[in-house]
């Protein structure tokens, strides 16, 4: 009998101000495993940069999935979040048997069984690899959006609610990646 394909999923940018919410879902290969994963948060962006490629190239499949700042501000960050991580497994060119999911919630309609296992992204490498993905393709993405909305300091903050970005906010007011459903951006329409 063959072994269950087991995806982790975990998603970044629940917190920012601005921008996507990103989720990721990988299937490790269990005959390459992958040295050094853990919870993107206690990484270094070096160390997370150089796990980036290695998932992409070893693992049998990875997928990113999002939820825009429309689809946060109409459903909530955590429908959106899990949205997002629906997405991600759904667009997985290997389908998986079973998913991990990073968190106490699971995203509806997954094509699998699946299990919510509160810091995971520290405990199960699938799930360590997925926020990689996550927090790289994120990151990536805010710093593209830097430069098409300057004077913020997405690149540095990546949308979090810095001094720096509160700063910014009042100063320039809102953008359209901002989301308008979170206190500091709906206190500045108010």
């Not at 430069?147 to 007011?173: D, F, M, S, V």
Request: charged share 25%; with cysteine; hydrophobic share 45%.
């Amino acid at each position: 009998m063959s072994e269950v394909l087991v995806c982790g999923v975990d998603e970044v940018g629940r917190g920012p101000l601005a921008g996507p919410v990103v989720a990721a879902a990988v299937i490790l290969d269990p005959n390459r495993p992958i040295a050094g994963l853990a919870d993107s948060k206690k990484l270094s962006e070096k160390k997370r940069e150089a796990l980036y490629p290695q998932i992409c190239d070893q693992a049998l499949a990875w997928a990113v999935g999002r939820a825009e700042v429309a689809e946060i501000d109409e459903l909530n960050i955590l429908h959106a979040s899990l949205l997002a991580m629906q997405r991600a497994v759904a667009a997985l060119a290997v389908a998986p048997g079973h998913a991990l999911v990073d968190g106490n919630k699971l995203p509806k309609q997954l094509p699998c069984s699946a299990e919510a296992i509160v810091g995971g992204d520290g405990s199960e490498p699938c799930i360590s690899a997925a926020s990689i993905i996550a927090k790289v393709v994120r990151d990536r993405e805010m710093v593209e959006l830097d430069a098409r909305y300057p004077g913020y300091g997405l690149a540095i903050h990546k949308g979090y609610p810095t001094k720096k970005h509160l700063e910014a906010l009042q100063a320039l007011g809102i953008s359209e990646i901002h989301r308008r459903s979170f206190g500091p951006v709906r206190k500045l329409l108010a």
